[in-house]
C-alpha cells in the first residue's frame, strides 16, 4: 500500500478528534431536576383541556407549531381539538391549565433535556400568542 503508515495515522488522528466531545463529556451528565417527578404527576394529575396529558407531554411542542401556523400564518384565532372543542389560540392557555408559570415548569424538564425555550422571550403570562 502505497503510503499506508500516513494513511493510517491520519485515520487515527481524524478518530481521535471525533471523539474528543464524547471523552470531554464523560461523567457529566446533567443531574435530573429535583421536581420533574412532581411536575410529570401534577401534568397527569391535571385536567387538561386542550388534549389528554399523555398527549400533551409527547407533542406538546406540534401543539405550539401548529397554533403558529394557524394563528400567524392562516389568521385563525380557535383551535378545534381531538374531541372537536373549541379553544382561544393563547400560548398561556395550556400552562395556565397544568396552573404552573414558565419558569418552574417548563424550563426546568425542557433544560434538563437540553432544549432552549424561546415561547416566553416574546410571549408573557397574561399576555396573547
Not at 464523560?26 to 385536567?47: D, F, H, R, V, Y
Not at 406540534?62 to 380557535?78: A, F, H, P, S
Request: glycine share 6%.
Amino acid at each position: 500500500m502505497y503510503k499506508g503508515g500516513r494513511i493510517i495515522a491520519s485515520l487515527v488522528v481524524f478518530v481521535a478528534f471525533l471523539c474528543i466531545p464524547f471523552f470531554y463529556n464523560m461523567g457529566k451528565a446533567n443531574a435530573e431536576p429535583k421536581n420533574l417527578a412532581e411536575n410529570i404527576k401534577l401534568i397527569k394529575s391535571t385536567q387538561h383541556d386542550i388534549e389528554p396529558a399523555s398527549w400533551m407531554i409527547a407533542n406538546h411542542m406540534k401543539l405550539l407549531d401548529q397554533w403558529r401556523q394557524e394563528y400567524v400564518r392562516d389568521g385563525q384565532t380557535i383551535h378545534v381539538n381531538s374531541q372537536g372543542e373549541k379553544f382561544p389560540i393563547n400560548i398561556n392557555t395550556w400552562s395556565n391549565t397544568v396552573g404552573a408559570n414558565s419558569d418552574q415548569f417548563c424550563i426546568t424538564c425542557h433544560n434538563y433535556v437540553g432544549v432552549q425555550v424561546n415561547c416566553f422571550s416574546c410571549h408573557t403570562q397574561g399576555g396573547t400568542l
